[in-house]
């Protein structure tokens, strides 16, 4: 499931965590929340960067799409 779908899906207050902290590791609850609203972080789906032993990490393209959300902006579809 692409980002466009599951991230409506997430708690107000994940989304907000998520733009503020753009770029940061993704805590394990967010990942179980966003894994619950439909993404699946082993797809290698276009969102999905590194997973390792420091945590989940978005692609720089998602990283650049939380940006345009954070600021009002519609981002184009993917």
């Known amino acids: 499931m692409s980002m466009e779908q599951w991230w ?8 907000e965590w ?4 753009n770029g940061d590791a993704v805590p394990a609850e ?3 929340e966003i ?9 290698g789906a276009w ?3 590194e ?3 420091s945590g989940f ?3 720089d393209e998602a990283v650049d799409w939380i940006d345009e959300v954070g600021n009002g ?3 184009k579809p993917r």
């Open 57 to 59: 990490y978005f692609s």
């Open 51 to 53: 997973s390792g032993p």
């Open 30 to 32: 967010v990942v179980l």
């Open 35 to 43: 894994t619950k609203a439909g993404g699946v972080v082993s797809s």
């Open 8 to 15: 409506p899906k997430l708690k107000p207050s994940t989304r």
């Open 73 to 75: 902006e519609i981002p």
């Open 47 to 49: 969102w999905v960067g």
């Open 18 to 21: 998520l733009i503020e902290n």
